[in-house]
């Protein structure tokens, strides 16, 4: 069993910034790819959306296009922890974020249906 808990939610102002962690117990992260979504409140369904998603060894990184070139997934394999670093913060960016957990050593994992593991979520609110 792999627990995860986010932190790093919060408030911020149109263009701001914000680092988000997922820090992980019960098994070591090395072997999974680890998974960044969101839930939008005005989301018309319980699909979250897909944000991102980094590689087991972190030397892969996949993204959404709508977050393309201002959020930057990282992980520190031996702190067990992932980070969602968020720039240029728009107010259709505010939902809860959650990040989640595959044990994989292969392709990016884009569906939410195909995580295990899941974090209880953090609320991200963007002001314009």
């Known amino acids: 069993q792999v627990q995860l808990v986010e932190s790093g939610g919060g408030l911020v102002q149109a263009g701001g910034s914000l680092r988000l962690s997922c820090a992980a117990s019960g098994r070591t992260l090395s072997s999974y790819v680890m998974g960044w979504f969101r839930q939008a409140p005005q989301a018309p369904g319980p699909e979250r959306e897909f944000?991102?998603?980094?590689?087991?060894?972190?030397?892969?990184?996949y993204y959404a296009d709508s977050v393309k070139g201002r959020f930057t997934i990282s992980r520190d394999n031996a702190k067990n922890t992932v980070y969602l670093q968020m720039n240029s913060l728009k107010p259709e960016d505010t939902a809860v974020y959650y990040c989640?957990?595959?044990?994989?050593?292969?392709?990016?994992?884009?569906?939410?249906?195909?995580?295990?593991?899941w974090g209880q979520g953090t609320q991200v609110t963007v002001s314009s």
């Open positions: 944000v991102g998603a980094i590689s087991w060894s972190g030397s892969n990184t």
């Open positions: 989640a957990a595959i044990r994989s050593y292969g392709p990016m994992v884009t569906g939410a249906q195909d995580y295990d593991y």
